[in-house]
């Protein structure tokens, strides 16, 4: 497996079992291809990846507070106030002052947010589909739980927030 091998340097790859630098080089590989898709299917919606992280949150969660999205993506109030102008200006979010606190402003997604949203959704389960048909039935169920696994130690407390990570109960 020539590309996973590439992945690492090879003082590191000669110190480990090759099943190991190959599974390594797998996951590098399907990440970065299932990031370029994701990134082709945002372009042409006119969002970023961080943008897209503003509206699954959104979506999941309904109104949030900008804070609130600071605080689950990890960016400073003012990159969420640069997220959310440019989301404004294209009609996937509008902004107002919070009812109990009118210094907090609300972030909620418009219906043409929401629209769009189902629309990158529904393509990326035709994606999932199609990939799932590469594992054999009798497999996909263990990889999954692997790949949750995997996907768990990796973010262990946090990610883009709460819920916005596809949890799947698969025990």
Do not use: N
């Not at 340097?9 to 099943?19: D, G, I, N, Y």
């Amino acid at each position: 497996m020539a590309t996973s091998v590439r992945t690492l340097p090879p003082t590191v790859a000669r110190r480990l079992p090759p099943e190991e630098v190959a599974l390594w080089g797998s996951l590098v590989s399907v990440t970065r291809s299932l990031f370029r898709h994701l990134q082709h299917d945002l372009r042409r919606v006119g969002v970023s990846v961080q943008q897209y992280w503003v509206l699954q949150c959104l979506d999941v969660h309904g109104p949030l507070t900008a804070g609130k999205l600071s605080q689950w993506l990890e960016v400073t109030l003012p990159t969420v106030t640069g997220i959310a102008d440019h989301l404004e200006s294209i009609g996937y979010v509008h902004r107002s002052p919070a009812p109990e606190d009118r210094r907090r402003v609300l972030v909620r997604l418009t219906p043409k947010g929401m629209r769009m949203l189902r629309l990158l959704h529904q393509h990326h389960a035709d994606i999932g589909r199609d990939l799932a048909q590469l594992v054999p039935d009798e497999e996909r169920a263990e990889l999954t739980r692997a790949l949750v696994r995997i996907a768990a130690r990796l973010t262990p407390d946090h990610g883009p927030c709460p819920g916005c990570h596809g949890e799947t109960d698969l025990t």
